[in-house]
C-alpha cells in the first residue's frame, strides 16, 4: 500500500508568500488524512497534487490560528466542488482535535451561513492541565457548545488520556491504529501517532498446492491467521503456508512543543520510520523558542534520538527563514542551517535528518519483512 | 488628498491561486479600510503595496465565508507585526458588519488564544428580514454572545435602519460620512457609502492682504466657514476669500446582492466617482446568478446607471473566469466578455466600465471645484 506525506504549509505564525500555515498531508491508498489547517491551505492544495475532495479525516494538533483558521474554508470549499463533480463521493470527515474544536466548527460554519454536502463530526481530545501555562487554558465557559449544531454535524467523541498507556486512543480499524499523545505549548498542544497494522506475508503457492489446497475461501482464511483442517484430518497452520508478516509503518507527526510530556510519547513514537517536528527557531534562539512554546532543531533532534526514529523531518519555521529556493547569499537566517544543527546533534545516531518545504512530498516505503 | 483603492481578492465563493477572495482596501492619506476579508486576505496584502498595521477601519459586507475568514488570522498578524515594528503605532480598530459578526470574532479570536496587542470594537448592523430569503437569516440563539469578550474587545455600537433615509449611519467625522445600505442576498448583506465632506477652497491670499488680514488663527476661522469681524467693524465672510469649494468624492461597495432593496441605496449612491458592483456570472448565467443571490454585469449596469456612477467596477467573478493575465485564446469562460457585456448595457450613459483584477489599483482623483 503506497504511503506518502506532502506539505503545504512549512511557516510558522502566520501564512506568507513564502510559507504557508501549518498542515500536511499523510496519503494513505488515495485516502487524504490532513494535519492542521492553517489559513491558505485550501490554496496549497489547490497548488499541489492532491484532492481535498479525498480528505476523510482531519487532525488539528492545537488550536492557535496558524493551525485552524483555514479549516472553516476548506471544509466549505470541498463541499462546493463536490457539489459540481458528481464523480466525486461524499466523504464523511471525522475531525480530531483539542476540546473547544467543535464549538469552533459550529459557529464559524452556522454564522456564515455555510452549507455542507457531506456529514462531519468533531471528536475532541481532552487536555490535562500540565500541557500548557494556566494562562492557555480553555475555560469550559469558552467551550461551553451554545447554539443549534451544524445541520452535518454528527455526534463526536470525548476522548480522555488513557493513563496507563499516557495516550489518547482516536480510531482503530483493520489497517490503522491512531493515538495522540500530550505536549507542551503555550496552549495545549498534542502529537499523532500513526501505526499501520502488521500485514500477513504472501501465500507460498507452491506449499498450498502440495497441501492439495486449490485458491478459494481457504486462502483467505489462512491469510487472516486461522487454522485450517482439511478434509483428512490434517491442521494447516498459517505459519506454514505464509512468507515473513510486513511490519506496518509508524508515522509520528507533533504539533507545536517545547517539549513532549511524560515518557509514553517516546514510548509511543519508538522507532517511527518518520517523526516530523517542529523548529521554529534556530539553536541560536533556545531561550526565545523555550519561551514561546517552541523547539530549535537541537530539542526536535533529541526527542527524534530518543525515540530511535529513521528520519526526523523538520517543518513549522519563523517565517524569517526563507525558502532554501529564494535564498540569497549572504543571508543571515538561513533555512539549511537549521538542517546543519538537527544533523550535528544526530551524528551518528543513523537518524535522518530532512528540511520539509512547501510542497515536498515524501514516500513513506514499505518496511522489509523482519 | 490622495484616495486610492486596490483590490486584493476578486473572485467569488473561495480562494484560488488565480484570484483571492474578496477583500479591497480604500486609502485615504495612508489610513486603509479594508472592505471584506476573505481568507488569504492577509497574504494577498503582504504581496501588494499596503501596510496591514495601517488597518484602522473594516468592513464586512455579509458573513459568507469568501468575505470573512481571512479577518482572525488577519488581526493576528497585525498584532505579531506590530510587536515586532515599534515604528509602527497600536491603531485602534473599528469593525463594522452584519449581526453575529462580534461573536464570530470573539469565538474564533478566544478559542484560538489569539493575543491582540490593540483594541477593537465591532460595531453590528441589524439586518431586516426581507434582506434575505427566511432561511438566510440567523436566529437569536445563533449570534447570542456568549463565553467572555476578548481582552481587547471594546464596546461596539449596534446600528439599526434610519427609516426616513433608509440607510444607517456608521460614523462621520470631519471628513468623511460613512453609512450603509441594504441589499438583497442568501443572507442579509450591505453595500457602503463613503462620502467624503466638501472642502472649503483655497484662501484669496491677495484679498486677504487687501483687507489687512496678516497670516494667522483667523485664517483659519475663515477657512473653516466662520464669519470675522474686523477692528473697524467690517464683516468678513469666508466666501470673500475663498476660492470654490472641493467637492467631496463619493465612493460606493457594494456586497454580494442580486438586488439593492428599496430607492434609499440609488439616492445615496447617487453621482459616486466610483461604484464597485460584483458580477458574479455573465448575462448568460443570470437565472442561476440570481437564484444564488449574485448578479451579472447587466445588471450591475442598471444598478450604475440608475446611479449616475461615473465609474463602474466589477469583481466577485466565478472562479471559471481565469484573470486576462491566464487567459488563452479559445478559453470558453473570459472574463473580458463581462466587462463587454456591461459596456454594452452602458452605452452613450458615460459610464466607465472597469474590470477589477487582484493587486489593481485605481486612483481616486479630487473632484474640480463645481
Ligand atoms: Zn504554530
Ligand atoms: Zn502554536
Ligand atoms: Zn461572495
Ligand atoms: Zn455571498
Redesign the interface.
Known amino acids: 500500500m503506497a504511503m506518502d506525506m506532502t506539505f503545504l504549509g512549512t511557516g510558522s505564525?502566520?501564512?506568507?508568500?513564502h510559507r504557508g500555515?501549518s498542515a500536511l498531508v499523510l496519503r494513505t491508498d488515495g485516502d487524504c488524512w490532513l494535519f492542521d489547517c492553517g489559513?491558505?491551505t485550501?490554496?496549497q492544495l489547490?497548488?499541489s497534487q492532491l484532492r481535498a475532495g479525498r480528505i476523510t479525516k482531519v487532525f488539528i494538533s492545537h488550536?492557535?490560528?496558524?493551525h485552524?483558521?483555514?479549516l472553516?474554508?476548506l471544509l466549505?470549499?470541498v463541499s462546493?466542488n463536490t457539489n459540481s463533480d458528481p464523480q466525486q463521493k461524499l466523504n464523511f470527515v471525522d475531525i480530531y482535535g483539542p476540546r473547544?474544536?467543535r464549538?469552533?466548527l459550529r459557529?464559524?460554519l452556522?454564522?456564515?451561513?455555510?452549507q455542507l454536502l457531506f456529514p462531519y463530526a468533531v471528536h475532541e481530545l481532552e487536555p490535562t492541565s500540565d500541557q500548557s501555562p494556566e494562562e492557555?487554558q480553555?475555560?469550559k465557559?469558552?467551550?461551553?457548545e451554545?447554539?443549534?449544531p451544524h445541520p452535518q454535524e454528527q455526534p463526536g467523541k470525548t476522548i480522555t488520556l488513557d493513563v496507563s498507556s499516557d495516550s489518547y486512543l482516536l480510531f482503530e480499524d483493520k489497517k490503522f491504529v491512531v493515538k495522540a499523545f500530550r505536549l507542551f505549548h503555550?496552549?495545549p498542544s498534542f502529537g499523532f501517532c500513526i501505526q499501520e497494522r502488521d500485514r500477513p506475508g504472501r501465500l507460498k503457492t507452491e506449499v498450498l498446492k502440495a497441501l492439495g489446497l486449490k485458491p478459494g475461501p481457504l486462502y483467505g482464511r489462512l491469510k487472516a491467521g486461522e487454522s485450517v483442517t482439511l478434509q483428512s484430518g490434517r491442521v494447516v497452520l498459517p505459519s506454514e503456508v505464509l512468507e515473513e508478516a510486513i511490519p506496518g509503518r509508524k508515522v509520528c507527526i507533533l504539533g507545536d512543543c517545547s517539549s513532549v510530556l511524560g515518557e509514553g510519547p517516546l514510548r509511543l513514537c519508538s522507532g517511527a520510520d518518520v517523526l516530523v517536528h517542529e523548529a521554529t527557531l534556530g539553536n541560536e534562539h533556545r531561550e526565545k523558542a523555550v519561551d514561546h512554546g517552541h523547539s530549535t532543531p537541537e530539542m526536535a533532534a533529541a526527542v527524534a534520538q530518543a525515540c530511535c526514529a529513521q528520519r526526523l523531518v523538520l517543518h513549522h519555521f519563523s517565517q524569517r527563514y526563507k525558502p532554501s529556493s529564494l535564498q540569497k547569499e549572504g543571508d543571515e537566517d538561513n533555512v539549511s542551517e537549521l538542517q546543519r544543527q538537527a544533523e550535528e546533534a544526530l551524528q551518528d545516531s543513523g537518524v535522518e535528518v530532512i528540511l520539509a518545504e512547501d510542497f515536498l512530498s515524501l514516500p513513506i516505503p514499505l518496511r522489509r519483512p523482519r
Chains 1, 2 share one sequence.
Do not use: N, W
Open positions: 505564525a502566520y501564512p506568507s508568500p500555515a489559513e491558505g485550501q490554496t489547490m497548488k488550536l492557535h490560528g496558524d485552524l483558521f483555514g472553516p474554508g466549505c470549499t462546493l473547544g474544536l464549538h469552533f459557529v464559524t452556522g454564522l456564515t451561513g455555510s492557555g480553555l475555560s465557559e469558552m467551550t461551553a451554545s447554539g443549534p503555550r496552549i
